[in-house]
């Protein structure tokens, strides 16, 4: 197995137990917030925005805040040169 295999498998694992946590802790918003940071780094951006929602609305004070708007920036991002040069 090469190292990018074992870090997928790595990642699978952490989505696994992450879930498995939020099931047993529904209202712990760091668990959404972690588990929306997984997401993200597997290029599941709507499951990402969508924890961090979840965690914004369990806890205002949330780090999913500021991920959050990070990730409605990039999602928003348009470059119009891009696509009329």
């Known amino acids: 197995m090469n190292d990018k295999n ?6 699978d694992d952490e989505l696994s137990r992450l879930t498995a946590e939020i099931d047993m ?3 712990d918003d760091n668990l959404y917030y972690l588990r929306g940071r997984l997401y993200w780094r ?4 709507a499951l990402a925005i969508s924890d961090y929602e979840c ?3 369990l806890n205002g004070e949330s780090p999913a805040s500021a991920a959050l708007k990070i990730a409605r920036d990039i999602m928003d991002y348009y470059n119009k040169d891009m696509y009329n040069p």
Do not use: S, T
Not at 6 to 11: A, K
Not at 42 to 45: H, K, T, V
């Open 55 to 57: 965690a914004v609305a």
């Open 25 to 27: 802790n529904p209202a």
């Open 6 to 11: 074992h870090v997928e498998v790595d990642l």
């Open 42 to 45: 597997l290029g599941y951006r």
